[in-house]
T-cell receptor, first 111, second 116 residues
């Protein structure tokens, strides 16, 4: 079993839709979770960073962690064509010398 | 803002050539990483360095070596490039924060390497 699992998509939504991107993780000891956005032919850029359970909001983006079910989510409200990218979830190993990444979900927001 | 700079965006090399990929970060981060990213396979860790001259193998080190002579610079070396090393290579850095609060990886823009 991989440490982090993510549905690769692709996910296609109309502009203005609410998008839900999800990952599951295997180790209950994981505490820090990140979401990266990667545009085509570019490096991943950090979007959100959360610790433990709960929600974190930043503009149209909300990151949510449910430790009881080992489930992390990224919600995008009022999605825009500029949100079209691949979204990667990630979590560091306990000693922080390794990061586990999901395989990425490709999102397409249609105008 | 953290900046991780990879020396080349695109490279085309021939089989058997020795290839150097350079990465520089400007945030005094202890940790630096090299990944390759392939469709359907996601990010795979090649090598990791937690200090100058220190390195650890990642998941797929075969055919690669690394060099970290200065804290800000981490080089990936393909000793004898092969066609199966055609890929997107990503460098990343992170602070060595044992509390975890600042332990975020920052990525460079990537180098797309084609080996012919």
């Amino acid at each position: 079993q991989k440490e982090v699992e993510q549905d690769p998509g692709p996910l296609s939504v109309p502009e203005g839709a609410i998008v839900s991107l999800n990952c599951t993780y295997s180790n209950s000891a994981f505490q820090y979770f990140m979401w990266y956005r990667q545009y085509s032919r570019k490096g991943p850029e950090l979007l959100m960073y959360t610790y433990s359970s709960g929600n974190k909001e930043d503009g149209r983006f909300t990151a949510q962690v449910d430790k009881s079910s080992k489930y992390i989510s990224l919600f995008i409200r009022d999605s825009q064509p500029s949100d079209s990218a691949t979204y990667l979830c990630a979590t560091p190993k306990y000693n922080f010398n390794k990061f586990y990444f999901g395989s990425g979900t490709k999102l397409n927001v249609k105008p | 803002d953290v900046k991780v700079t990879q020396s080349s965006r695109y490279l085309v090399k021939r089989t058997g050539e020795k290839v150097f990929l350079e990465c520089v970060q400007d945030m005094d981060h202890e940790n630096m990483f090299w990944y390759r990213q392939d469709p359907g396979l996601g990010l795979r860790l090649i090598y990791f360095s937690y200090d100058v001259k220190m390195k650890e193998k990642g998941d797929i080190p075969e055919g690669y070596s690394v060099s970290r002579e200065k804290k800000e610079r981490f080089s990936l070396i393909l000793e004898s490039a092969s066609t199966n090393q055609t890929s997107m290579y990503l460098c990343a850095s992170s602070l060595d924060d044992r509390l975890g609060a600042k332990n975020i990886q920052y990525f460079g823009a990537g180098t797309r390497l084609s080996v012919l």
